[in-house]
């Protein structure tokens, strides 16, 4: 089974790049983010539970995540893989993950990060609020909150996966093609 957690801070492109590995690998898309707006959209208790961490820019706490996020695999008993995107976002919800996994005999296959400088996150976070519609996108002061949560409490989880081997850095500036090959060269390098 190939576990894949695609990692990196808001806007370097998990959710474009998902896309593309999941039509590929055939793996089932866990997004926190798609999975939290569903929520949101749904209008159910854990929705409205996470959008008001979400509004503040802040992380939503891991009982609320984990909730949700096992919630969403467990609907996908036959699945070749999963790739987790947006998620882990700090070292104890990787080892929460960790432990879900190893209760469906298996565990994460590698941790492939996008690596986009600063600047570029908040270029194309503030495209993406207004061609979108996103309030997490459209207000600089949330965006920089984003940012500085990333990299104050989720970059850890890096560290977590470098101790077991299972971490890769991935330059995620380019095309969405020439990313898309360097994700692929990665993933089956280990794989084959």
């Known amino acids: 089974m190939l576990n894949i957690v695609l990692f990196g801070p808001p806007g370097a492109g998990k959710g474009t790049q998902s896309a593309k590995l999941i039509e590929k690998y055939q793996l089932v ?10 929520n949101i959209k749904g209008g159910t208790e854990l929705g409205t539970l996470a959008k008001s ?20 695999a467990d609907k996908s008993p ?11 976002r700090t070292p104890a919800q990787a080892k929460a993950l960790d432990q ?8 994460i296959t590698m941790m ?15 495209l993406r609020g207004r061609d979108s519609g996103r309030a997490d ?8 909150k984003r940012i500085d949560v990333y990299r104050n409490e989720t970059e850890p989880v890096r560290d977590y ?7 890769t850095g991935i330059k995620g500036t380019g095309s969405i093609d020439e990313i898309f090959e360097r994700l692929c060269a990665a993933i089956d390098s280990l794989v084959k």
């Open 29 to 38: 898309h866990l997004s926190t983010g798609d999975i939290f707006r569903a």
């Open 78 to 88: 036959d699945a070749q893989g999963y790739i987790f995107d947006g998620f882990p």
């Open 112 to 126: 492939l990060a996008l690596e986009v400088e600063e600047d570029e996150l908040k270029k194309r976070l503030l």
């Open 53 to 72: 961490y979400m509004d503040q820019g802040q992380l939503v706490p891991d009982e609320v995540t984990i909730r949700m996020l096992e919630s969403e």
């Open 137 to 144: 996108d459209v207000d600089p002061a949330v965006i920089q």
């Open 100 to 107: 879900f996994l190893a209760s469906k005999n298996t565990s």
């Open 161 to 167: 996966y470098q101790a077991q081997d299972k971490y």
